[in-house]
């Protein structure tokens, strides 16, 4: 027993193949894996399940065309303000009055410095308050024989179809609604607050509070600051009349923001003046009573009274004349900050409408018809196994049987051709 010729048997050249001589497989270079698929094997799938794919297109266009011709049409009208240019530093106000007396007020009439910028206005516009005004406003809608308010409109009774689905298709929702009304108790009592200023809705008007709040948009350019106002309705003329409330409403919102400081200040000094008019009438009414009484007051307590009721009639007059004053320039700047915002484009009822779309409905419905039926198709072919196991020339010759069209249709376009060659 020799190592070396051991060795030498074993060895081999180098380079010899292994074994018996086959080949070694190299990564990459061997058979075809069963996992891939190629491109006739895709269409090989798409002929055999052709029936598969062409009901669910036919049944998706079916109900595209059906929502396309039962769908509300709606319309939208639009708007555009604009927020008016303010002058800087407030000149030319007549009474003296400048930028650092409004600051002061707690007013800024810069363009830059204010509190409200255009930024804001679809916040403002989408606010409760707007909103809330808008739904308490009286139209005439075009499935209602007289006008309502919006909030009527929305809480009318249902017909009898909506009452049948809510109690049928929709009781789910219904017993939800239900079952939220007996828990949550009874509703917070509508109207204001003793001071006036927070409007609390009811249930009703907070049910039609979300209904319209998905009819209106807004969309600001931020170099321009021009707001485009969009209202959507069912019908032209309640476009445009829900749009020029929602204008309005809005203006006068923002007239409310912009002038609170001022409005606040104005009442003080009204209610100041008004004070200091009755008291000046009353000092002076008792001057004018003790002259009377005392034509020429000789005795030193005589005079001094005298001398007191003028001191008390110049300090009132005074005061009257400074009040006066502080009026007349905060009436100015209350007239100033109005009106904040232009209105650059009525809402005028549209012409066309703005939904449904049908034609891309149909187009829609029919491509997603086609995804769902390729999907169809392939999961068909994945839970049964059917795999390509034939030649490449086997399956092309299913693919054209599958897709050759039926021996009436062929014999249709053979007459066909024959009779326009024959002209």
């Known amino acids: ?34 996992d891939e698929v190629s491109l006739l094997d895709i269409l090989l799938v798409l002929a055999r399940h052709k029936t598969i794919i062409v009901r669910t297109v036919l049944v998706f266009l079916v ?13 939208t009208s639009r708007t555009q303000v604009v927020r008016e240019a303010q002058p800087e530093g407030g000149g030319g106000l007549p009474g003296g009055l400048s930028g650092g007396a409004l600051q002061g007020l707690g ?40 006008p309502m308010t919006f909030v009527d409109y929305v809480n009318r009774p249902p017909g009898v179809l909506n009452r049948v689905l809510d109690y049928t298709l929709w009781l789910p929702w219904t017993l939800k609604g239900m079952v939220g009304s007996a828990v949550s108790g009874s509703p917070v009592p509508a109207g204001t607050t003793e001071a006036g200023e927070l409007m609390i809705p009811s249930d009703e008007e907070d049910e039609a509070l979300g209904t319209i709040s998905g009819m209106v948009s807004a969309s600001i350019k931020q170099e321009t600051g021009l707001m485009t106002i969009s209202v959507t309705a069912g019908g032209p003329k309640l476009a445009a009349a829900l749009a020029d409330s929602f204008l309005d409403h809005f203006k006068t919102r923002i007239r409310e923001i912009r002038t609170k400081k001022v409005r606040k200040r104005l009442g003080f000094v009204e209610t100041r003046f008004q004070e200091a008019e009755r008291e000046l009438e009353a000092v002076e009414e008792q001057l004018a009573q003790f002259l009377e009484r005392n034509q020429n007051p000789t005795t030193a307590t005589l005079q001094f009274r005298r001398d007191r009721l003028q001191r008390q009639v110049s300090f009132k007059e005074q005061l009257y004349s400074e009040l006066q004053s502080q009026l007349t ?18 809402p005028v009822p549209p012409t066309n409408r703005s939904a449904p779309q049908r034609t891309f409905i149909v187009l829609l419905m029919t491509i997603v018809g086609g995804i769902f039926g390729v999907v169809a198709a392939f999961m068909k072919t994945y839970f049964k196994s059917v795999r390509g196991t034939a030649s490449e020339k086997e399956k092309l010759e299913e693919i054209q049987s599958a897709l050759t069209p039926p021996r009436w249709v062929r014999k249709k376009l053979f007459r066909l051709r024959f009779w326009r060659s024959r002209r």
Do not use: C, H, W
């Not at 081999?12 to 018996?20: E, F, K, R, T």
């Not at 109900?63 to 319309?75: K, P, Q, R, S």
């Not at 800024?108 to 409760?128: E, H, I, M, Q, Y």
């Not at 320039?329 to 009525?346: G, K, S």
């Open 329 to 346: 320039q905060t009436r100015l700047d209350l007239q100033r900050q109005q009106p904040v915002v232009t209105v650059v484009e009525q």
């Open 1 to 34: 027993m020799s190592t070396a010729d051991d060795q030498g048997q074993t060895d081999g050249p180098p380079g010899a193949p292994p074994g018996d001589g086959a080949p070694a497989e190299q990564p990459g270079y061997g058979p075809r894996q069963e």
């Open 63 to 75: 109900l595209g065309v059906t929502y396309a011709l039962l769908a509300d049409e709606v319309f």
């Open 107 to 146: 007013i800024n009439l810069g363009g830059g410095g204010s509190g409200l910028t255009p930024a804001a206005f679809p916040d403002v516009l989408k606010s409760r308050e707007v909103r809330l005004a808008v739904v308490r406003d009286t139209f005439r809608f075009p499935d209602t024989e007289r």
